[in-house]
Nanobody, 132 residues
Framework: VQLQASGGGLVQPGGSLRLSCAAS??????????IGWFRQAPGKEREAVSCIAPKARISYYADSVKGRFAMSIDNAKNTAYLQMNNLKPEDTAVYYC????????????????????????WGQGTQVTVSS
């Protein structure tokens, strides 16, 4: 499985970007595996941003991005997207796309990389910088 993230860049606060995740070796939204985005800001731990599998009715977004970020999947292109609106400086990070799963503990949800299908390294990701 290979997942290639792209589409990052420099944007002003309040602006928008759309990240792309091109998949090979895995058919998105058909194989029922979830796909998601993680990010890591300088000096901070990596965190899960989103994880979706529409056919399995899985949809997770971190509280910090709810209402601003939205994922979608283009089956024809086997590509997942992360539409990011109303970007904030705290969204600045390197963004990675990975196969994922959501782990529920009580009322809390935790997102992890699904190593069953995506066991490779994190790769370079795509840099998103939100700054005026």
């Amino acid at each position: 499985v290979q997942l290639q993230a792209s589409g990052g860049g420099l944007v002003q606060p309040g602006g928008s970007l759309r990240l792309s995740c091109a998949a090979s070796g895995l058919t998105l939204d058909i194989d029922y595996y979830a796909i998601g985005w993680f990010r890591q800001a300088p000096g901070k731990e990596r965190e899960a941003v989103s994880c979706i599998a529409p056919k399995a009715r899985i949809s997770y977004y971190a509280d910090s991005v709810k209402g601003r970020f939205a994922m979608s999947i283009d089956n024809a292109k086997n590509t997942a997207y992360l539409q990011m609106n109303n970007l904030k400086p705290e969204d600045t990070a390197v963004y990675y796309c990975r196969a994922c799963y959501v782990h529920e503990v009580g009322s809390s949800y935790y997102v992890h990389v699904d190593n069953r299908v995506d066991s490779g390294p994190w790769g370079q990701g795509t840099q998103v910088t939100v700054s005026s």
